[in-house]
């Protein structure tokens, strides 16, 4: 069934403080078109920079999911953006004129109220969908933290949590499908643990946080009087401990609300895929780092399956961009290190250039004498010369810079390359240069046959000659 995109149909704010800053902040939800996606736009600042809800833009995890752009930043998105999820939104511009989102009761139902209160339409294109096709695994061992994501014809996600809290104990939660989100998640609020209010406190932190957006697990024994003093700090009057071992703020809507609430965040973190995935998720111990960086490997699989396929054409009668002797002007490789001969083509993203193999290359000798192929390793290196030009084009004087690599990585050999092949080279940067680092997805052709590919990272680094 082909599902369309969705938004809003008029515009929805809500107020509140931020749970860290403790800013009065007013968040308003903007109907956007199609292919938009989710960005937040700071009005409170000079020409009301926009912010991409995506996962390479994620800055700090420590106490929430922290975005920024060119340098400004919105903190806490997460329930946010499960609430967007849940209502099956694809775009939204979400105006907001301070640093922090509003923390209003620890999870997502009042900016789902909202977006409900606000009407959905949708939109002329389709939804696009990312299918899982093999296992996909992020883990932290030492954390004892791992999500897995399986190929299934729909999402859906199961969390298990385990802090050796015996109050907690072990939890589990599931969904399996985003229809029940607003019943069965949307309500569930963050939980934390007595000694963690202590510690944010002391260093000045949840300056809007209360006893009223939080369930607080009580991880040691405590005196009423330093409940009292708790108290006071949140005006709040006398608190106690239940006996289940949380204080008396709240009611909890279920008994296993931390680990739907850990769903939620879960759900808010992989929005910032961009791209609405079909597979099944079980996440053991997650958090906002490892939720992040999971989405972080899923946009850069993705770009890859995007970039596949896309075989350049190479027209030998086409003046080059860049002969043999420019392309020695740009890099500092020669012969027999030198593997390019052109460089076809060349923008901010994709650079094309060509190879011929012969048989007078040095390195037939010996691979093999009978059976001559062209070594991997130096079809990767070649790749990785034609990104060096790729990334050296984004410095004003090149010819003073270098590019290391400091990693390369799922790396494929298709088929053999032998004397006579023409080596057609296209790499690709993933996403922006940062701090002088730049990842590329590259692809050998030979014709129209794909013989390596595989991902790269490089460092553009001054030449100290």
Same mark, same amino acid.
């Given at each position: ?98 640093p922090e989102t509003p923390i209003a009761d620890g999870s997502s139902k009042y900016f789902l109220e909202a977006l409900k209160d606000a009407g959905v339409v949708e939109l002329e294109a389709d939804r696009r969908y990312y299918e899982i096709k093999e296992k996909i695994v992020y883990s932290d061992p030492q954390r004892g933290v791992e999500i897995a994501i399986f ?42 643990? *007595?000694? $963690?209010?202590?510690?944010?406190? #002391? ?5 809007? +946080?209360? @006893? /009223? !957006? ?15 003093? *708790?108290? $006071?700090?949140?005006?709040?009057? #006398? ?5 289940? +071992?949380? @204080? /008396? !703020? ?15 965040? *879960? ?117 990785a010369q034609l990104g060096g030009v790729l990334v050296l084009g984004t410095v004003p004087d090149p010819k003073n810079y270098l590019t290391y690599f400091l990693k390369i990585d799922k790396v494929k050999f298709k088929r053999k390359v032998v004397p006579g092949d023409t080596l057609i080279f296209k790499c690709d940067l993933i996403g922006e240069i940062r701090r ?30």
């Amino acid at each position: 069934m082909v599902v369309k995109q969705r938004t809003i149909q008029k515009p929805a704010t809500i107020k509140g403080k931020g749970l860290h800053t403790g800013v009065d902040v007013e968040l308003t939800f903007q109907p956007a078109p199609e292919n938009h996606g989710f960005k937040f736009k700071r009005v409170d600042l000079d020409n009301q920079p926009v912010i991409s809800a995506v996962a390479e833009n994620v800055v700090d995890t420590s106490r929430g999911t922290t975005i920024e752009e060119k340098g400004v930043r919105v903190s806490t998105i997460e329930h946010v953006m499960a609430a967007l999820v849940g209502m099956g939104i694809d775009n939204v511009l979400i105006e907001i004129n301070g640093p922090e989102t509003p923390i209003a009761d620890g999870s997502s139902k009042y900016f789902l109220e909202a977006l409900k209160d606000a009407g959905v339409v949708e939109l002329e294109a389709d939804r696009r969908y990312y299918e899982i096709k093999e296992k996909i695994v992020y883990s932290d061992p030492q954390r004892g933290v791992e999500i897995a994501i399986f190929p299934d014809d729909h999402l859906s996600i199961d969390v298990m949590i385990d802090y050796n809290s015996k109050v907690l104990g072990h939890q589990y939660a599931m969904i399996n499908s985003m229809e029940d989100f607003e019943k069965e998640i949307s309500s569930c609020r963050t939980f934390v643990f *007595l000694h $963690e209010v202590e510690l944010l406190l #002391k260093h000045n932190l949840i300056k809007g +946080g209360d @006893l /009223n !957006n939080a369930i607080v697990i009580m991880d040691r024994q405590v005196t009423q009087d330093e409940l009292d003093r *708790l108290a $006071e700090l949140f005006n709040k009057p #006398k608190i106690h401990v239940k006996p289940e +071992g949380i @204080l /008396n !703020n709240i009611d909890i809507h279920f008994s296993n609300e931390p680990a739907r609430h850990k769903l939620l965040d *879960l759900i808010g973190d992989l929005a910032l895929i961009g791209t609405a995935i079909k597979g099944r998720i079980v996440a053991t111990r997650p958090g906002h780092a490892a939720n992040t960086e999971t989405a972080k490997m899923l946009r850069q699989l993705i770009k890859r399956e995007m970039l596949k396929g896309d075989v350049p054409k190479y027209d030998p009668n086409q003046q080059p961009l860049y002969n043999i002797n420019q392309i020695k002007e740009i890099l500092p490789h020669r012969p027999p290190m030198l593997l390019i001969d052109k460089v076809m083509s060349l923008d901010e993203k994709t650079v094309i250039g060509i190879k011929n193999v012969t048989m007078n290359e040095p390195f037939f000798v010996g691979h093999f004498p009978d059976e001559p192929v062209m070594p991997g390793v130096l079809q990767i290196e070649a790749m990785a010369q034609l990104g060096g030009v790729l990334v050296l084009g984004t410095v004003p004087d090149p010819k003073n810079y270098l590019t290391y690599f400091l990693k390369i990585d799922k790396v494929k050999f298709k088929r053999k390359v032998v004397p006579g092949d023409t080596l057609i080279f296209k790499c690709d940067l993933i996403g922006e240069i940062r701090r002088g680092i730049a990842t590329m997805w590259a692809q050998a052709f030979v014709g129209d046959n794909v013989v390596c590919e595989g991902e790269m990272t490089a460092q553009i680094v001054k030449n100290k000659a």
